[in-house]
């Protein structure tokens, strides 16, 4: 089942992805996630939908990264994207360990979808910037 409902994760960005995903013909969904792969906002799929699509796009993310790394490009990522049969998968960045992940159909025009995805973030990116997770403070030790 889709839902178009608010799902509550942050900040209630769901209609920004609701506006690109009705504004580029073919878009099918939309997920804002933390680099890590947490779920931010959606739009277009349930709930374990939209995580297994966080954790699709924050892998494919990293190893963007890695590359950029190893190639000598430093590392950041602008945009990843993967063409399947009748399938687009875009995953481009978002704001400090943020990333946008686009599902569109075959017949979508990736110029426009990628367009309106930079749009998108460059219109809201103060706001979606997700801070650096710590490590848990060590527990003392018992004696």
């Keep these: 089942m ?13 209609w920004l992805l609701s506006g690109l995903v009705q ?10 996630l933390s680099s890590d792969g947490l779920v931010k906002s959606v739009h ?9 699509m966080a954790a699709l796009a924050s892998g494919l993310y990293s190893l963007g990264r890695s590359a950029g790394i190893k190639f000598g490009d430093g590392g950041e990522v602008r945009q990843v994207v993967v063409e ?9 960045t978002a704001g400090s360990g943020t990333c ?6 075959r017949d979508a ?5 990628g ?9 809201v990116r103060p706001y979606l910037v997700t801070p650096s997770r710590h490590a848990a403070e060590p527990t003392a030790m018992r004696p």
């Design 84 to 92: 399947l049969a009748t399938t687009l998968l875009f995953v481009s």
């Design 23 to 32: 504004r580029v013909p073919h878009t099918r969904s939309a997920v804002l």
């Design 2 to 14: 889709v839902s178009d409902v608010p799902t509550g994760h942050v900040n209630d960005l769901d």
């Design 44 to 52: 277009g799929l349930d709930p374990d939908g939209a995580d297994h």
């Design 109 to 113: 025009d990736a110029a426009v979808l």
């Design 115 to 123: 367009y309106e995805m930079a749009m998108l973030v460059k219109s």
């Design 100 to 105: 946008l992940a686009v599902v569109a159909g």
